[in-house]
């Protein structure tokens, strides 16, 4: 594992974009998991900024996002479709036939989750994997529980993770209760996998996530296992490490 400090929100959404495109321009079409949120938002901006200077190519890259709400459609502003066009696809030179969200219509849990699965699966894996991280330690919507989930599947929301989201919604009503979700397996077999964290609400996540033991009560500890980890993260994120001494 390596683990980038940036200063601030900004420096770490450079860091990240800076990643995100050496995979680009490594390898023009390659696969990149996609995260949504809003940790992620400075990094969407910064990749634009670049491709708008000419710097970057999107034509043949190929994106699977971790997840979608249950229950929302892309007309929906709050589904994560909107989100990511919103965000990043309508600026920038991806196709639409590249894009890869699960459908939160699809009311067949067992059949939406098995074609997601096989969209991973035909595209050939994931080159490179975004993620944000949960004040409960969730990495996409795997939340903690007695066991990692292996693919994806439809998770329950927890009531932390409610109160996260609910900021994106009228109210705490408001926020699906469901949400179809890329499994623990499926994000560990993405050949390389970023994550970024930002603020002092993630830091204990940040410090039992990569420093504590790995268990499925803190989902993204499971990280500690994969051979290509990559931390990127703000000082408050970090505080937490820092004042163990571990950094």
């Not at 929906?76 to 066009?85: G, K, L, P, T």
Request: glycine residues 8%.
């Amino acid at each position: 594992m390596r683990i980038y400090r940036a200063d601030n929100y900004q420096a770490l959404s450079r860091k990240a974009a800076n990643i995100i495109s050496a995979q680009v321009i490594i390898k023009p079409d390659c696969v990149l998991g996609l995260a949504t949120g809003s940790s992620p938002l400075g990094t969407y901006a910064q990749l634009i900024d670049w491709y708008n200077k000419g710097d970057l190519d999107f034509a043949e890259v190929r994106s699977v996002n971790l997840d979608e709400y249950v229950g929302l459609g892309p007309q929906s502003d709050q589904s994560y479709v909107y989100f990511m066009h919103k965000n990043f696809f309508d600026h920038i030179n991806i196709k639409a036939e590249n894009i890869n969200i699960p459908d939160g219509t699809n009311r067949d849990a067992e059949a939406e989750c098995w074609r997601y699965d096989q969209v991973i699966e035909r595209v050939g894996g994931i080159d490179l994997q975004l993620l944000g991280i949960g004040r409960n330690g969730h990495i996409g919507f795997n939340e903690p529980g007695a066991a990692f989930e292996k693919f994806t599947h439809c998770v329950n929301l927890t009531e932390s993770t409610i109160e996260a989201n609910k900021r994106f919604f009228a109210s705490a009503d408001d926020v699906p209760r469901q949400a179809y979700t890329m499994g623990i397996c499926s994000i560990m077999h993405a050949r390389k996998i970023l994550l970024i964290a930002a603020g002092k609400d993630k830091a204990e996540a940040v410090y039992q996530s990569f420093f504590g033991p790995v268990t499925p009560n803190v989902p993204a500890s499971v990280l500690q296992l994969h051979q290509d980890v990559i931390l990127v993260a703000d000082e408050d994120a970090l505080s937490e490490v820092k004042a163990h001494g571990l950094i």
